[in-house]
């Protein structure tokens, strides 16, 4: 909890720090190409992962994450289980 309670300080020396330091020096860091912009911020975009969902999850897609979660959890329990076998420590 003390590092908690250090985060928003810190986030505020942060931010008084950018203020006072030109804040519009971005175009500085850019290198010039005007690729690093992103041409519509805030806006969804789609890359090789696909697109940010644009409201709640579903009752149906929380139901197949956690089967898959569930699924992973017990192929992992599997493998360790395997491993103490081996190790003859079970």
Do not use: C
Request: without cysteine; negative net charge; aromatic residues 6%.
């Amino acid at each position: 909890m003390s590092i908690q309670a250090q985060v928003p300080p810190g986030l505020a020396a942060t931010h008084n720090f950018i203020m006072d330091v030109d804040p519009l020096d971005i175009d500085n860091y850019l290198n010039g190409d005007e690729d690093d912009l992103d041409p519509n911020p805030g806006q969804p975009q789609e890359n090789e992962f696909g697109t940010l969902a644009a409201g709640a999850v579903t009752q149906t897609e929380k139901n197949r994450a956690t089967l898959q979660r569930d699924d992973i959890a017990k192929a992992m329990w599997e493998d360790y289980q395997r491993v103490l076998r081996e190790r003859d420590e079970l």
